[in-house]
Nanobody, 124 residues
C-alpha cells in the first residue's frame, strides 16, 4: 500500500488546516488508518485513527475536541480536520495504515505502512 499526505502548511494559532491522505494499492488489507506527528526533537506520537468499515475513531487526549478524522471509502482517502491549532501542534504529520483488526488503535508499532509526511507549522 502507498500513502501520500497533502494539505500541510503555515497557519496562525487558532486557525484550521485539513490534511488528506490518499491510499493506493492493497488498501483493503488494512482495516484502519491513522495520523501520527513528530515535532522537532521529539518522538513520533499518535494523533488519531479510524476504521475503514465502521468509521470508529480514536484520538489522543491532546487533540480531542479540536481534530476530526474522517474517511472516504469510495476514494480511499483519509482526512484530518484540525481546528483551533496551537503552536505545539507544529510537527510533521504522517498518515499510516494498520493491517490488523484491534480493539483500539494508537500504538505506532501497530502501523506497518507509512507516508512521507507533510509539514504543519502553527505560528503564535
Amino acid at each position: 500500500v502507498q500513502l501520500v499526505e497533502s494539505g500541510g502548511g503555515l497557519v496562525q494559532a487558532g486557525g484550521s488546516l485539513r490534511l488528506s491522505c490518499a491510499a493506493s494499492g492493497r488498501i483493503s488489507s488494512y482495516p484502519a488508518m491513522g495520523w501520527f506527528r513528530q515535532a522537532p526533537g521529539k518522538e513520533r506520537e499518535f494523533v488519531a485513527a479510524i476504521r475503514w468499515s465502521r468509521g470508529d475513531t480514536y484520538y489522543a487526549d491532546s487533540v480531542k475536541g479540536r481534530f476530526t478524522i474522517s474517511r472516504d471509502n469510495a476514494k480511499n482517502m483519509v482526512f484530518l480536520q484540525m481546528n483551533s491549532l496551537k503552536p505545539e501542534d507544529t510537527a510533521i504529520y504522517y498518515c499510516a495504515a494498520d493491517e490488523y483488526y484491534r480493539s483500539a488503535y494508537s500504538a505506532e508499532t501497530d502501523f506497518g505502512a507509512w507516508g512521507q509526511g507533510t509539514q504543519v507549522t502553527v505560528s503564535s
